[in-house]
């Protein structure tokens, strides 16, 4: 279970954030300020940190640039009434990896909480392997035994990635979407048929995975060993 980090100095947005993450299945660590993240970053270990800006004793900012200095690299999501772009400048230049407005939906957050972990897994685990294939993060390769990896189109290698890590897990157009694309991204759910089909065309029949269409839901890819 992921271990989330909430930082909010208001006690009802904060318990209501931390109920949902809960509701979601993540597990939520309360503060109210920096000095108290920091402190509960020394009981346990945290995957991802949701912080508010404006707080008494040690706001945001001064904490997110600690815990880099620290040398520590989960997300940061900042939660924050601060809406100006040279707040927003100021937050994506000394670390933080994604930005909410208040007041947020807590929908959303869920969602971007959910995108900014399955990033985290993806930087981590620089190559996968599924039975002959492997996948190179860095190089962006795809190969199959002893053959030469083939560099292939980010999209499209995030694609296979991402499906290929959560294998049986079965993921919505609208998921693969709004994480490989964002959020904001203009581009509609057609955009992931098309890539799932330039998929297919490249390796299937392989004998590692098939991609599979869940009629109504989305794709799901499938070991064969």
């Known amino acids: 279970m992921f271990s989330i980090l909430v930082v909010e100095d208001d006690n009802n947005l904060r318990k209501l954030m931390c109920a949902s993450l809960k509701r979601n299945g993540y597990m939520p660590r309360p503060a109210s300020d920096g000095y108290e993240a920091l402190d509960e970053m020394d009981k346990v270990s945290i995957d991802l940190i949701i912080s508010d800006i404006m707080m008494p004793n040690m706001d945001g900012y001064e904490l997110v640039e600690k815990i880099r200095a620290a040398g520590y690299d989960m997300p940061v999501l ?49 190559v996968l392997t599924v039975g ?57 759910e057609r955009t992931v048929d098309v890539h799932i089909k330039r998929l297919r065309e490249r390796y299937i029949p392989n004998d590692a995975f098939d991609i599979v269409t869940v009629r109504g839901l989305g794709y799901k890819a499938v070991k064969k060993v």
Request: aromatic share 10%.
């Open 78 to 126: 900042m939660v924050t009434a601060k809406e100006s772009f040279a707040d927003k400048q100021r937050g994506f230049m000394i670390g933080i990896d994604d930005y909410m407005v208040k007041p947020i939906n807590i929908d959303e957050m869920i969602l971007r909480v959910g995108a900014l972990l399955r990033r985290a897994k993806l930087a981590v685990d620089r």
């Open 132 to 188: 002959d294939c492997t996948l190179n993060y860095d190089a962006l390769t795809v190969s199959f035994g002893d053959t030469q990896g083939e560099t292939i189109p980010n999209k499209e290698f995030m694609l296979l990635f991402k499906l290929l890590s959560y294998p049986n897990q079965i993921f919505t157009r609208r998921q693969l979407l709004d994480e490989l694309w964002g959020l904001e991204s203009e581009v509609d």
